[in-house]
């Protein structure tokens, strides 16, 4: 399912650390290594609350491939960018509605390949495969995404806390036009960015902490999030910080906006 040969060596460098491992730390996950959570950590020290925010950002994940499910009727979906499977993934929210559904997760880190292939491999409609968003054509043509994702019918995209970690200097709005042609009209797009548009002086300091460690993070406001969408019918209720998009708790219990900082939404293919 993983998409390579078992018996090719694989170079996790745990040594660096890398955006889907510090994801896996602040979601209290137990497949990262030390020089992640000591990245993460130094992150934290500008923003406390970001295990919250990547908390949040993981339940509107839940909240959008449910829609897509239910509201929109897409039983396949492509997810790039999925880090390392921890609870509630899209094919255990998609599954649960509909149990045909199938999902491709796509990610540069080897060790989600290693560590996914793992965990997947008894299920027959996922699979795992190394690839790399600013690459979306060979993501598209790889063997398993073609054997699983039927591109004449609608199929789900996700983008989810991913752009940001993609510089402007390599053209993420053409990236999100690159697969949004590749699918046919009905399919759906979810996407999430973190901005420093609600907490800047906090949010600009997980962008330094990032890139001190050679994450590279590009924090965007809204209308350059929105621009993403261009070409698209947005979703209601429209682009949203995550926590509210479609939330299932009453707003006083939710945390404030200040305390995630990420946007989200969904965009539909109209031809």
């Keep these: 399912m993983s998409g390579v040969s078992p018996e090719e060596p694989v170079d996790l460098r745990t040594d660096q650390p890398h955006s889907a491992r510090m994801y896996d730390y602040l979601l209290g996950g137990k497949d990262h290594y030390a020089a992640d959570g000591e990245a993460a950590e130094k992150a934290l020290l500008s923003f406390p609350l970001l295990r919250t925010a990547a908390r949040e950002n993981r339940k509107f994940l839940g909240r959008a491939v449910s829609y897509l499910v239910r509201e929109a009727g897409i039983r396949q979906f492509l997810d790039l960018g999925s880090g390392l499977p921890t609870a509630e993934n899209v094919h255990q929210v998609a599954q649960r509605e509909a149990q045909d559904a199938r999902v491709v997760y796509v990610d540069n880190d080897p060790i989600v390949l290693v560590y996914g292939g793992a965990l997947l491999a008894r299920d027959a409609n996922t699979a795992v495969i190394q690839g790399d968003i600013r690459d979306p054509r060979s993501v ?6 073609r054997r699983l994702i039927d591109f004449d019918q609608p199929v789900g995209i996700l983008a989810v806390a991913v752009l940001h970690f993609v510089g402007d200097d390599e053209d993420p709005a053409g990236i999100v036009r690159t ?93």
Excluded: M, N
């Design 140 to 145: 598209l043509d790889h063997p398993e995404t």
């Design 179 to 271: 697969l949004c042609d590749a699918v046919p009209a009905g399919s759906h797009v979810i996407l999430s960015h973190a901005t420093a548009d609600i907490a800047p002086e906090a949010a600009l300091g997980v962008q330094t902490a990032y890139r001190s460690q050679g994450v590279p993070l590009t924090l965007r406001d809204k209308g350059q999030f929105t621009a993403f969408f261009d070409g698209l019918d947005i979703v209601e209720p429209g682009i949203q910080v995550v926590s509210d998009w479609r939330a299932t708790v009453p707003e006083a219990e939710r945390p404030a906006h200040a305390d995630v900082s990420w946007y989200g939404g969904i965009g539909r293919v109209t031809g």
